[in-house]
């Protein structure tokens, strides 16, 4: 009886050593395929999802007067999302289409005066010529009492007459000459006033223009589709030009960098496939191709890019950025996020 319980069973021998060998074989061809993966494959936990991000930025200083989305809203294009108090830009339009009349006024005032010069020289001619015909019988009369003095014809007197008038009439032909020269000279002048008078209104109609562009920028408009992120304003603060208020999201278009060690990247090329995994949706495959290999690592797009010239080395493996598409992105909308972390699978076979 004790040696029938001491015996090994061959059959329970024959079994354990059949599952142990299945064992051994999955456990090899599991090995292998996980071998022949790795060598067929670079992969990297080191990959986010990127998107179009679009920040939002003041253009006129100011106070908001109103902000009109909440954080992650969804807004669409020409949206007003925020309005910035335009009271004292109004009061500044105001005054600057006064100052635009005023320019106005003084063009017309060089205009006329142009137009009163041209008058005065036209006069200034005219009476020149009557002086002139005047002075051309004067010396005719002149030089006839002089003939008839020498026959006695008549008395010295009247030939001082002549001359004396021959003279008068030779001296307002001269000023005639002088009031045609002054009047012609003022002509330039009234054209130079009027071309500055001109510019002065063209400079006040594109201050107006200037002021009227400022007043649009106080109602601020999404420029693109998307989602709001976190904005960083609120209502009754000041702000100032370039000042980010926040960012919009596009939540149409979306690609994966993954940062690739150094020793991994030689036989990466565009167009391989890719194959991606989100660790907020495990469950979830994505395909993807290979689109660019970036020209430089991550290291030197830093802030301050490391300067291994000085000091002493510490050899550290660099990550190159590589840029990977979304096949049929439209169906992961609901899943894609900016700067969701992922695990990226490149077939480089």
């Known amino acids: 009886m004790s040696n029938e319980q001491t015996t090994p069973n061959p059959t329970k021998k024959i079994i354990a050593r059949v599952v142990i060998g299945l064992v051994v074989i999955a456990l090899g061809i599991y090995g292998f395929k996980k071998l022949q993966f790795f060598l067929g494959h ?19 200083p100011g106070y908001i007067k109103s902000v009109n989305v909440q954080d992650y809203q969804q807004v669409k294009a020409g949206d007003t999302i925020v309005s910035i108090d335009d009271a004292e830009l109004q009061v500044g339009l105001i005054q600057l289409q006064a100052d635009y009349q005023t320019a106005l006024a003084d063009l017309e005032s060089a205009k006329a005066a142009l137009k009163n010069s ?37 008395t010295a007197k009247q030939v001082d007459d002549s001359k004396n008038n021959f003279e008068v009439n030779q001296k307002q032909v001269a000023a005639s000459k002088g009031n045609v020269e002054i009047a012609a000279s003022k002509i330039p002048m009234m054209q130079a006033a009027i071309t500055k008078a001109e510019a002065n209104v063209a400079l006040k109609k594109a201050k107006i223009e200037e002021q009227k ?17 976190k904005k960083n304003i609120e209502k009754g603060q000041y702000v100032q030009p370039g000042q980010p208020l926040m960012t919009i999201i596009d939540g149409n278009e979306f690609w994966v960098i993954a940062n ?47 300067d291994n010239a000085t000091g002493n080395f510490v050899k550290v493996t660099q990550r190159v950025p590589v840029k990977i598409t979304i096949e049929n992105p439209e169906q992961y909308k609901d899943y894609l996020k900016s700067g969701l972390s992922l695990n990226v699978s490149v077939d480089i076979k």
């Open 42 to 60: 670079e992969t990297t936990d080191n990959a986010q999802v990127e998107g179009h991000m679009t920040p939002i930025l003041s253009r006129v």
């Open 118 to 154: 041209k008058l005065s020289y036209d006069q200034e001619k005219t009476n020149l010529s009557l002086n002139q015909i005047k002075y051309n019988k004067s010396v005719a009369d002149y030089n006839r009492d002089q003939n008839l003095l020498k026959d006695q014809a008549i």
């Open 213 to 229: 562009l400022k007043l649009s920028y106080t109602n601020i408009i999404a420029t693109t589709s998307g989602r709001i992120g």
């Open 260 to 306: 690739f060690k150094e020793t991994q990247i030689e036989k990466i090329k565009v167009g391989q496939p890719v194959k991606i995994s989100i660790d907020s949706y495990p469950n979830l495959k994505i395909n993807g191709n290979v689109l660019s290999v970036s020209e430089a690592t991550g290291a030197k797009f830093s802030l301050l890019p490391p």
